[in-house]
């Protein structure tokens, strides 16, 4: 039975790197019908607070990573606070000490002794890496204040919550020596490690907590991306699939998972191509869907919804303009206000042309009788007002789209006529006109 954990620091926001860690993880166990685990690592009462590791929590559901066992959900081995483990942790010294492993110094910190013997991890991505006898101090276990260091609690909740398998950064590799040397002293097997490179920035810089496009919450939850498709990105950052295609579900990026095919050199993240992939799972949305997602943002933006349909057509009217959720209400806004602001250019274009009132009046008149107000009628009523006129129709589109939007882009201008109403068409019309 395969067991996985996240045991993230909760020292600040979910960052992109441990979301990624998560991810495999999760991938892993869903994959083999195995177990996720949440473990909280907890034991720096100076740096860790009860603010990160609700954040942590928040983002990982977001991303729908959900844990079989954790926070929120209990198991047989919690807790899963590493704050509330203590006794556990003083058991395993008590043993450690019973096997004279470990020795108390003056100033009362409890020292593991190293075995000093070549140390081997087999990992999944970085292969075999062999560790020569260290020549380090040997290792403090618990500090002269009582608090355990990572290494201990760390190697102890793995022995105890029977993990098999460990996916975490690469930046642990370095220490894994110490973590197996531990596990080799309790006579406990040793997890399955998977080391994962590093995610830099695009200019090859370490990505920190303070990059853009770095934080879970602050940069996708709040930057309007699709939970979907921030998964799929962060799945291929780092690992490639067997598989053409890069827009890929959650159910097939979990039977492709192969932690073998892990790259073993750093991944570059990639702000355009995230933003790509929202795109696309943004226009594969339904419109409900689509709507029930840009809400919050349309909210936030002070547009009044009356008309949820009216809304959530004029939202899937523009979802092949925009990457991100966050764009949406700049396109949309006018189909929720009579009193949109003309961006500058189109007045100007709309004065250049001393026929350009007369047209505007021709469409008026043509939507003033239309009896059914179907976007094809707007269309045939827009077609017909222009060859009245003797201009093409292309001659007349922009214009209407100015007067009804005040935008020089957007959707189809019938769309446009047809969801705000009759009404507001003319009006609207005529409100251009007296510019
Ligand atoms: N708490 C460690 C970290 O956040 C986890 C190390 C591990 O996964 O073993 O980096």
């Known amino acids: 039975m395969i067991r996985v954990r996240f045991a993230p620091s909760p020292t600040g926001d979910l960052h992109v790197g441990g979301a990624r860690t998560a991810l495999f993880n999760w991938l892993y166990a869903r994959k083999h019908g195995g177990t996720f685990i949440l473990r909280i690592e907890d034991t720096d009462g100076a740096r860790n607070t009860e603010e990160a590791s609700a954040g942590i929590l928040k983002g990982l559901k977001w991303l729908g990573l959900d844990w079989d066992e954790g926070p929120e959900k209990g198991g047989d081995y919690g807790p899963y ?43 999944m991505v970085c292969g075999d890496v062999t560790f020569a006898p260290t020549e380090e101090p040997d290792m403090t276990l618990r500090r002269p204040d009582g608090s355990y260091i990572f290494h201990f609690v760390n190697v102890v909740d793995d022995i105890e919550m029977k993990m098999t398998h460990v996916f975490r950064g690469e930046d642990h590799l370095s220490n894994t020596w110490k973590h197996i040397d531990l596990f080799n002293a309790f006579g406990a097997t040793p997890p399955t490690y998977a080391h994962i490179p590093l995610i830099l920035n695009s200019d090859s810089s370490k990505m920190s907590k303070r990059d853009a496009g770095s934080a879970i919450e602050k940069s996708y939850m709040n930057g309007g991306f699709l939970a979907d498709a921030v998964f799929n990105y962060l799945c291929l950052l780092g690992w490639t699939p067997r598989t053409e295609a890069e827009v890929l579900s959650r159910e097939t990026l979990t039977s492709l998972f192969e932690p073998g095919e892990i790259h073993s050199s750093n991944a570059r993240f990639d702000m355009q191509k995230c933003s790509w992939f929202n795109a696309q799972y943004l226009r594969a949305l339904s419109p409900e869907a689509l709507f029930a997602a840009t809400r919050p943002f349309l909210d936030e933006a002070g547009l009044k919804i009356t008309d949820e349909a009216v809304a959530a057509a004029a939202v899937y009217s523009v979802k092949e303009k925009v990457s991100l959720l966050t764009e949406i209400p700049a396109w949309v806004h006018y189909f929720f206000r009579e009193d949109y602001p003309y961006e500058d250019e189109v007045v100007t274009k709309l004065k250049a042309k001393p026929e350009n009132p007369a047209l505007l009046e021709a469409a008026m008149k043509a939507f003033a009788t239309l009896p059914d107000w179907t976007e094809l009628a707007v269309h045939t009523a827009i077609e017909e007002a222009a060859k009245g006129a003797g201009v093409k129709p292309g001659a007349l589109m922009p214009l209407l789209r100015f007067a009804l939007s005040g935008q020089s882009r957007g959707p189809s201008v019938s769309t446009i006529a047809h969801l705000i109403g009759k009404e507001s068409t003319v009006q609207r019309i005529q409100r251009t006109l007296a510019l």
Do not use: C, P, W
Not at 98 to 122: D, L, Q, W
């Open 81 to 123: 606070y590493q704050s509330q483990r203590k006794h556990i942790y003083d058991a395993y010294l008590d043993k450690l000490t019973a096997m004279g492993r470990t020795y108390v110094e003056e100033n009362g910190a409890v020292r593991f002794k190293f075995s000093r013997t070549a140390i081997t991890v087999h990992d």
